[in-house]
């Protein structure tokens, strides 16, 4: 089986860097392995794929099966670490325009508080057999919340008694006002545990339901975590890619990378690129430190940040995510009359010339003095998503704790809410 390599030929990291990073790093590893570090009891997810509970597993299982059986769409509420994972992964497995060629449809919800979104949303489904996910581990996300207010009442009306069987929820166990409606009017509800935060939830019911509901296969997806415990929990330095990457961002850092963006080839990863954001930027802003994470869609946008990238404040660098085996292909046809002149490119496949444009552009930006990290994903399928979730995850934990950093707290996310519920006479 190919593993998810790491390639650090032209990230200016030398080797001799790496060599002093390392006993950081690893004490890192350690304090994050053995629990000992700061907020451990957050560190639930580390395990979870080995000791999940298997009787809600096969709940999660049925639940899905029950929302394909009987909807043409699915309404996913949530936000942030609460919706982010299972639409990375919903669309980086289904592809491109999966709404239009998969069933169910899978719309967003209580992920901004746009009227506009929610009205349009309202009469994408009006036709629709839909049944809906709620995700939030409060339960009070404003967002979340507001809007299942109003999705509630439009199942209510449509579904009338039968409505409670098509809302299924994913929230706190014991607490929250999530739980408490869904015991009111008998949801079916799922927990998302303790000792797991929402930008490290994607592999619990949080992003095993919408998962599982849109069709994907979460066996493979639990198999690709189990593996990535087994092989990224090594102490191995040399041959632990969370550890280089750990390493060669913070050595980055410390030479004034202040940005690092993560690209991709494939639009249908655009996603995983949201949540890689959310998880860095709550995990590593804190105490006026850490890598400001942005993301950006190759080859698309080298026609607008391109420019930035190669010539603009050397404050970038570069973390290219590449599918080596793309879903799908088309091979360029000669033209008799070659008026467009682009017979030189006939017989070749896009995916090949996509390739091409990803090597020009590495070595351009290298040449812009532009440090360039690869990821090599050897297929975008549920089990290498596993493995590149936790990768991501590990990647994240240690580098806070490298920073002495909490990697798993938020305190910041508080303020704008503080005002806006004053503002809005709470
Ligand atoms: O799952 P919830 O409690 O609704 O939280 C959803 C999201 O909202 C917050 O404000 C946090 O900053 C995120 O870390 C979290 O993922």
Known sequence: MKKIALDLKGSFVTHEELQNMKPQIMEAQKTLLNGSGISSDMIGWVDYMNN??????????????????????????????????????????????????????????????????????LEVVKTKKVCIIVVSKSGTTLETALVFRIIRDMMDEKYKEQSKNRIFVVTDEKKGALKSLSELYGYKAFKIPDNIGGRYSVITPVGLLPMAAAGLDTDKFIEGLRDASNEYQTTDFENNICCLYAAARNILNKKGKEVEILVGYEPSIISIAEWWKQLFGESEGKNEQGIFPASLNFTTDLHSMG???????????ETTIVTEQ?????????????FDKLNYLSGRTFND???????????????????????????MNEFYLGKLFYFFMMTCAISGYTNNIDPFTQPGVENYKKNMFRLLGK
């Open 353 to 379: 010339i996509n390739d091409k444009a990803f090597e020009g552009t590495f070595m351009a930006h290298n040449e812009g003095k532009v440090p360039g990290i690869v990821i090599k994903v050897p297929e």
């Open 326 to 338: 793309p879903k799908g292909d088309i091979v360029v046809p000669a033209d008799s009359n070659d």
């Open 52 to 121: 999940y509970d298997e009787v809600e597993y096969e709940e999660i299982k049925a639940s899905a099966s029950y929302i394909i059986n009987n909807s043409d769409a699915i309404i996913l509420l949530g936000i942030g670490g609460s919706y982010l994972g299972a639409r990375a992964s919903i669309e980086a497995i289904r592809g491109d325009f999966h709404n239009e060629l998969c069933k169910p449809q899978v719309y967003y919800a209580g992920q901004n508080l746009s009227g506009a979104y929610l009205k349009n949303l």
């Open 307 to 317: 420019q930035f990238v190669q010539e603009g404040k050397k404050i970038i660098f």
